[in-house]
């Protein structure tokens, strides 16, 4: 569990999100960001301060992150030694992908774990740099599921 680093909801407005989050629970935010994956517009925000952090992601219909439906718990984050290796790991264990970004050169993936009511993403070590840069940048390195 120690590699755990976000809980992500997936929401039809961020900034209503963020507002009541704030409100209700104090949470700061880091301003949210446009991105673009395959075919899927979308945006994105971490809270300040963590870890853990509670990230919003605001996606349209048909992506992975629709929220057409409404707002919803969708995925716990960990940091993994391999992407690969990893999702070979749940799936060898009876938890399908859902989704993968490696195709579309981003190295995480999506498992459903329907216990939960939502997914599991693994994201690569390779992109903690990255990461840490945009949403963290006064944090140190944060640990990984070692999946050798």
Not at 37 to 49: E, H, S
Not at 63 to 75: E, I
Request: charged share 25%; hydrophobic share 35%; aromatic share 12%.
């Amino acid at each position: 569990m120690t590699a755990f680093y976000h809980v992500c909801f997936v929401v039809p407005d961020i900034e209503k999100a963020m507002e009541d989050l704030g409100t209700s629970v104090g949470a700061d935010w880091s301003a949210p960001a446009d991105d673009r994956l395959g075919d899927w517009d979308y945006r994105i925000a971490f809270t300040r301060g963590g870890p853990p952090f509670i990230e919003l992601i605001e996606g349209p219909a048909g992506s992975p992150w629709d929220a057409s439906q409404g707002a919803r718990f969708d995925h716990l984050g960990y940091w993994t030694s391999s992407v690969q290796r990893g999702s070979q790991r749940l799936e060898d264990d009876g938890f399908a992908a859902d989704f993968s970004g490696c195709p579309y050169g981003r190295p995480f993936a999506y498992h459903r774990l329907d216990s939960i009511g939502g997914r599991v993403e693994l994201v690569d070590v390779t992109r903690q740099a990255s990461f840490l840069q945009h949403w963290h940048s006064d944090g140190g390195p944060m640990p990984v599921i070692d999946e050798n």
